[in-house]
């Protein structure tokens, strides 16, 4: 008798929808899959225009402001209602808050990035806050909302004008992205943003130390004992033969594979037998 009753208890709730708010199972879709309290069959979406519609307070938004977003139109009991980057659903973005106990964020990909209803009473419209993403790439966010009537009529796509991050939080952005800063930075002292040398640093382009430092020619030639070096920078002259230097452009010996004792084991072979 137990079981029996959790089963029908069970039954009643599947039928009645869901009053206190749509599941995060609804969240890809974001349809409430009502089924027919006779029948049992699966309620699918209205087609054709929607009498309801999503309002904005502003048509772009800077991070750390609330932008106000209506749902109005007929009397409705229920709703789920996210934004979108580049208008897709499955991009929810920002995060949602209510100033009433009518509605309550909802985690679908992250914290708060979708909003649903609390009960199943009557409403003519609802206004909720929304806080757009401090950074984000996408070109403009719309919102998408489902709103259902009642048992058995929902309407879904319902879609609010575009919107675009504020040109003035878009410059800030720009000016403090950490690429960029991290690339201004490291640049001018020959290393990249990961820390390793660039190509200038080897002594194909600029010198090690930025613009102020002269660059190490690859073909000058070493100053001991097998002539006269060139200087830092100076080339070579025409139709002379050029003497390999004998260390890097950094002033570290070089090493010869060939010579090394430790990459060459007939060496060591010959060292050992005398």
């Given at each position: ?5 959790l089963f029908?208890l069970f ?8 009053p ?18 006779q ?14 519609n ?12 609330p932008?106000r977003?209506?749902i109005?139109?007929?009397?409705f009991k229920?709703?789920?209602?996210v934004?979108g980057e580049e208008?897709?659903k ?20 992250g ?7 609390t009960n199943?009473?009557?409403k ?8 757009g993403?401090t ?5 403009m966010?719309q ?15 319902i ?7 504020d ?21 001018s002292s ?9 190509t ?6 600029g010198?090690l130390g930025?613009k ?10 070493s100053g ?5 070096g ?9 139709g ?6 004998s ?8 090493m010869?594979?060939?010579?090394s004792?430790?990459?060459n084991?007939?060496?060591l072979?010959?060292r050992r037998?005398?």
């Amino acid at each position: 008798m137990c079981f029996v009753g959790l089963f029908i208890l069970f039954l009643v709730k599947s039928t009645e929808g869901y009053p206190d708010g749509a599941p995060e199972r609804a969240c890809f879709f974001m349809i409430p899959r009502h089924t027919h309290p006779q029948s049992g069959r699966p309620i699918f979406k209205q087609a054709g225009g929607t009498p309801y519609n999503i309002t904005l307070s502003s048509l772009t938004y800077t991070p750390n402001r609330p932008l106000r977003v209506t749902i109005s139109g007929a009397p409705f009991k229920g709703f789920l209602i996210v934004a979108g980057e580049e208008g897709s659903k499955d991009w929810p973005t920002g995060q949602w808050y209510t100033e009433n106990d009518a509605a309550r964020p909802m985690f679908c990909s992250g914290k708060n990035d979708a909003i649903t209803h609390t009960n199943s009473r009557w409403k003519d419209s609802i206004t909720l806050l929304w806080y757009g993403p401090t950074h984000s790439t996408a070109d403009m966010i719309q919102f998408i909302a489902t709103v259902v009537t009642n048992r058995t009529t929902y309407w879904t796509e319902i879609r609010s004008p575009r919107i675009t991050m504020d040109n003035a939080a878009q410059e800030a952005q720009a000016e403090f992205n950490p690429l960029t800063a991290a690339m201004s930075s490291f640049g001018s002292s020959g290393l990249d943003p990961w820390g390793y040398p660039t190509t200038d640093a080897w002594g194909w382009g600029g010198g090690l130390g930025g613009k102020g430092s002269s660059r190490m020619s690859m073909n000058s030639r070493s100053g001991g004992s097998g002539g006269e070096g060139a200087g830092a920078g100076e080339a070579a002259p025409a139709g002379e033969g050029v003497t390999p230097s004998s260390r890097n452009p950094w002033g570290n010996a070089r090493m010869n594979m060939f010579r090394s004792n430790f990459f060459n084991p007939f060496s060591l072979f010959w060292r050992r037998r005398k």
